[in-house]
């Protein structure tokens, strides 16, 4: 989903010193089980916040109203943000399971038995 111009950048391209950035937060599409945030450019939702845009302060200010309004939108410095991530959680979908133990066994072998007294 596309939204109207903006200028919301990848992390990799806002990396100069005294640069604020934001995560824009969608209140519409949140819920009490997570956040959604907004993509890079202004381009679609995301909940993973490694794939959220990162805004320069700059544009945050010109358009106020379409990225902060409080109501459906709320502009988070994403210095807070990150700070408040406290906890990294894999979410196990269809047979990711499978490949988790694959892998190990591929890198380490089988599980060794374990034997508690």
Known sequence: MEREAGEG???ADWEEDGVKEFYVLSLKYSNATYWRWWG????GYVDDL???GRYPEAAIRE???????GESTLAVPCEVVDTLQSQ???YM???DHRKMIA???RAL???TERKYS
């Open 88 to 90: 990294r959680v894999v």
């Open 9 to 11: 950048r990848d992390s």
């Open 50 to 52: 490694n794939q959220a």
């Open 109 to 111: 072998g089988e599980p």
């Open 63 to 69: 358009k106020a109203s379409y990225y902060n309004d």
């Open 103 to 105: 892998a190990s066994k």
């Open 93 to 95: 979908r269809g047979d």
């Open 40 to 43: 890079p450019n202004n381009c």
